[in-house]
């Protein structure tokens, strides 16, 4: 059974750094087969995507809102997937997801499609605020 369980969030106040946890399990392949993508959703507002990879295509995206700020590393040791937070902004506050999707969908230069991602972690909060 697949399944994706993201941690490491918390609360954190302006300018500091978190680092989230995307742990995978239950993939037949290994992970660097699938495209990674991180999505946020604020309160009253859509879900959207944060970056992603794709290690087999060589895609790679990330929001104008979080560029230079987040990073999106994989452990394949760990079956792990990590964003690094940086610089966080109230504006950062959101439920953070990870998902995954098979090479060739979900992370494109021009953007990460949500309506390609198979599988969903559950999510973490990251709440910035002094």
């Known amino acids: 059974q697949v399944q994706l369980v993201e941690s490491g969030g918390g609360l954190v106040q302006p300018g500091g750094s978190l680092r989230l946890s995307c742990a995978a399990s239950?993939?037949?392949?290994?992970?660097?087969?699938?495209?990674i993508g991180w999505f946020r959703q604020a309160p009253g507002k859509r879900r959207e995507g944060v970056g992603c990879?794709?290690?087999?295509?060589?895609?790679?995206y990330y929001a104008d809102s979080v560029k230079g700020r987040f990073t999106i590393s994989r452990d394949n040791t760990k079956n792990t997937v990590y964003l690094q937070l940086n610089s966080l902004k109230p504006e950062d506050t959101a439920v953070y997801y990870c998902?995954?999707?098979?090479?060739?969908?979900?992370?494109?230069?021009?953007?990460?499609?949500?309506?390609?991602?198979?599988?969903w972690g559950q999510g973490t909060q990251v709440t910035v605020s002094s």
């Open positions: 990879n794709n290690k087999m295509s060589g895609a790679e």
């Open positions: 998902a995954t999707a098979d090479s060739g969908y979900g992370c494109h230069d021009s953007g990460s499609v949500s309506y390609e991602y198979d599988h």
């Open positions: 239950g993939f037949t392949l290994e992970l660097d087969y699938y495209a």
